[in-house]
T-cell receptor, first 113, second 111 residues
Framework: QKEVEQNSGPLSVPEGAIASLNCTYS??????FFWYRQYSGKSPELIMSIYSNGDKEDGRFTAQLNKASQYVSLLIRDSQPSDSATYLCAVTPLRQAGTALIFGKGTTLSVSS | NAGVTQTPKFQVLKTGQSMTLQCAQD?????MYWYRQDPGMGLRLIYYSASEGTTDKGEVPNGYNVSRLNKREFSLRLESAAPSQTSVYFC??????????FGSGTRLTVV
């Protein structure tokens, strides 16, 4: 089983819609969870972090964590064409010494105007 | 505030050549990392340094060596480059339990 799994997409949504990105992880003891955005040809950029069960909102972004189901999601409200990018889910597994993150392969989001 | 600086940005090597990728951060972070990113494979950890003076292997360390020169600098060395090492290399830094700040990447082609 892969450590961190994401649907590769592409996920296509119209401008103004809600985009829902999902991620599952295998290590039940994982501690920290992150969402990164990566534009084509650029480096990943941290957009959200979440450490406890529930929702965390930041502007148009909401991260949701359910440790019992080993599931993390990212909702993007009022999606804009500028949100078109690859979104990477990252997790710190309990077994991993230090703070090294395990990344999913990413979900490509396309927002059409 | 430069964040994480990687050099070079682009490099073409011949098989068997060696090179060092440089990374420096100015955020006083304790931890630094090297990842490679390949199409369809995502970001894979090569080596990391949880603190100055320590280094550990990640998922794909074969063919690479690292040096944590001081708190700011973490270099990645390819001793004898192979075509399989053609990739985009990212350096990152962080504080414990916080997300990474990535450098802009090095695009390496081994022919």
């Amino acid at each position: 089983q892969k450590e961190v799994e994401q649907n590769s997409g592409p996920l296509s949504v119209p401008e103004g819609a809600i985009a829902s990105l999902n991620c599952t992880y295998s290590d039940r003891g994982s501690q920290s969870f992150f969402w990164y955005r990566q534009y084509s040809g650029k480096s990943p950029e941290l957009i959200m972090s979440i450490y406890s069960n529930g929702d965390k909102e930041d502007g148009r972004f909401t991260a949701q964590l359910n440790k019992a189901s080993q599931y993390v999601s990212l909702l993007i409200r009022d999606s804009q064409p500028s949100d078109s990018a690859t979104y990477l889910c990252a997790v710190t597994p309990l077994r991993q010494a230090g703070t090294a993150l395990i990344f999913g392969k990413g979900t490509t989001l396309s927002v059409s105007s | 505030n430069a964040g994480v600086t990687q050099t070079p940005k682009f490099q073409v090597l011949k098989t068997g050549q060696s090179m060092t990728l440089q990374c420096a951060q100015d955020m006083n972070h304790n931890s630094m990392y090297w990842y490679r990113q390949d199409p369809g494979m995502g970001l894979r950890l090569i080596y990391y340094s949880a603190s100055e003076g320590t280094t550990d292997k990640g998922e794909v360390p074969n063919g690479y060596n690292v040096s944590r020169l001081n708190k700011r600098e973490f270099s990645l060395r390819l001793e004898s480059a192979a075509p399989s090492q053609t990739s985009v290399y990212f350096c990152a830094s962080s504080e414990t339990n916080y997300g990474y700040t990535f450098g802009s990447g090095t695009r390496l082609t081994v022919v």
